[in-house]
């Protein structure tokens, strides 16, 4: 595996960690600020808010600079405001860093996903996609898991200094092991903006923020999901987290070959529509005995398929503005955390049980499936665009 590859996939192990640890320990936030867990999700939707709006502007400003240079920048950005979040003294001001710490988030993928393509052999673009994604399943494998035993055994502010001290390491991985890869882009910044013209773009965002909202619908209450409706001790949580990340190290390189064997567009259906069925399956089955470390490691791997292919679609959807659309597509993975959290939990809130969410993710899961397959019928999609096949070879060499 390619250096240049795994300092990307350190950044996305960061990333994961600020993410979705925050899922795990939601109840312990929730006891120290003596708020409501429906209350405490809010830090969240706040972060995903922070993705969708920092995705597209940071993209915009840094286009003409340097991959290299503006991933250590990103990472600098979420080493100050993690930094700061572990500090925050109360609910308010926690809600402030949480959003300052979500800005970076889809600035990097977007750029890291095209330096991929860039990086990656001829024909095997959405793998390297996924090889950066992995660090964000070994951290749904090991951190999560880690962060959350902090979490409930010490404090979850000692986790968020560790995913602080992640992002400097990211930094030092960057810096030793990416390549100087030149921008591509000499115009004017704000041309980038015409991607958004496209009607296309806001199809595909559309498809995006609804359809994984039903991952998020699972994840945002997976830890009362699990003590309250499965029976589990909040001590098996861990263990959880534990089967759940290792189903997405799996999910994330089958999904990655599934893209490149058919199409991005055609395994983005198969893996909407499999969320779906897997989603109405734990509703059903979540309290039978041993059924909760099953579904575990099944949604996990389910869900985290779509990681590369709906990154290659907005790639192939965008020639020219190839990073402006893959940085929004991380917005739009972020309006889904943020619906699928906030609609996930609006049935907690009128009385319904922790499983309840899992219902509202599927119906979010098969709207992702009817607008991916009016994307698929109707063939909006361009041609993928060539790989630069000279810098390929450089790099490799």
Same mark, same amino acid.
């Given at each position: 595996?390619?250096?240049?590859?795994?300092?990307?996939? !350190?950044?996305?192990?960061?990333?994961?960690? *600020?993410?979705?640890t925050m899922m795990g320990i939601l109840p312990d936030i929730a006891r120290d600020l003596s708020i409501e867990i429906p209350?405490?999700?809010?830090?969240?939707a706040i972060y995903a808010l922070?993705?969708?709006?920092?995705?597209?502007?940071?993209?915009?400003?840094?286009?003409?600079?340097?991959?290299?240079?503006?991933?250590?920048?990103?990472? !600098?950005?979420?080493l100050v405001f993690n930094g700061l979040f572990t500090i925050a003294p109360g609910y308010n001001t926690l809600m402030l860093?949480?959003?300052?710490?979500?800005?970076?988030?889809g600035a990097f993928f977007g750029v890291g996903s095209v330096v991929a393509t860039r990086l990656a052999d001829r024909g095997k673009e959405a793998q390297s996609i996924a090889v950066m994604f992995t660090g964000m399943t070994v951290a749904n494998l090991l951190g999560v898991p880690l962060g959350t035993y902090i979490g409930h055994a010490y404090s979850w502010r000692i986790t968020y200094l560790f995913v602080s001290l992640c992002g400097a390491a990211t930094m030092a991985a960057l810096y030793f092991w990416l390549p100087a890869l030149k921008s591509h882009f000499n115009g004017n910044v704000f041309r980038q903006l015409d991607y958004f013209r496209s009607p296309l773009a806001w199809v595909l965002i559309?498809?995006?923020?609804?359809?994984?909202?039903?991952?998020?619908?699972?994840?945002?209450?997976?830890?009362?999901l699990m003590t309250e409706v499965a029976g589990l001790q909040a001590g098996e949580v861990p263990f959880i987290m534990v089967l759940v990340g290792l189903g997405m190290v799996f999910g994330n390189l089958l999904g990655g070959k599934l893209a490149d064997s058919t199409t991005p567009i055609k395994?983005?259906?198969?893996?909407?529509?499999?969320?779906?069925?897997?989603?109405?399956?734990? @509703?059903? *089955?979540?309290?039978?005995?041993?059924?909760?470390?099953?579904?575990?490691? *099944?949604?996990?791997?389910?869900?985290?398929t779509l990681g590369s292919p709906l990154q290659m679609v907005l790639i192939n959807s965008a020639k020219g503005y190839e990073t402006i659309a893959a940085a929004g597509g991380q917005?739009?993975?972020?309006?889904?955390? *943020?619906?699928?959290?906030? !609609?996930?939990?609006?049935?907690?809130?009128?009385?319904?049980? @922790?499983?309840?969410?899992?219902?509202?993710?599927?119906?979010?899961?098969?709207?992702?499936?009817?607008?991916?397959?009016?994307?698929?019928?109707?063939k909006l999609l361009v041609k993928k665009?060539?790989?630069?096949?000279?810098?390929?070879?450089?790099?490799?060499?």
């Open positions: 595996m390619k250096k240049s590859l795994i300092s990307l996939a !350190f950044g996305s192990f960061a990333i994961g960690m *600020t993410e979705f209350t405490a999700g809010h830090l969240i922070g993705v969708v709006v920092g995705a597209p502007i940071l993209v915009l400003f840094s286009t003409k600079y340097p991959p290299k240079n503006v991933l250590l920048f990103l990472m !600098f950005l979420f860093t949480r959003f300052l710490s979500g800005l970076p988030h559309a498809m995006i923020s609804i359809g994984t909202g039903g991952l998020f619908a699972w994840m945002s209450y997976i830890a009362p395994a983005s259906i198969i893996c909407f529509l499999s969320m779906a069925v897997c989603l109405v399956l734990v @509703y059903f *089955t979540i309290d039978l005995p041993g059924m909760a470390y099953f579904w575990a490691f *099944t949604t996990g791997m389910i869900s985290f917005a739009s993975f972020n309006l889904g955390n *943020t619906f699928g959290a906030y !609609f996930g939990g609006l049935p907690i809130v009128y009385g319904f049980a @922790y499983n309840s969410p899992l219902l509202v993710g599927v119906a979010m899961a098969l709207g992702g499936v009817v607008i991916a397959a009016y994307v698929s019928v109707n665009p060539e790989v630069h096949i000279q810098e390929a070879e450089l790099c490799r060499a």
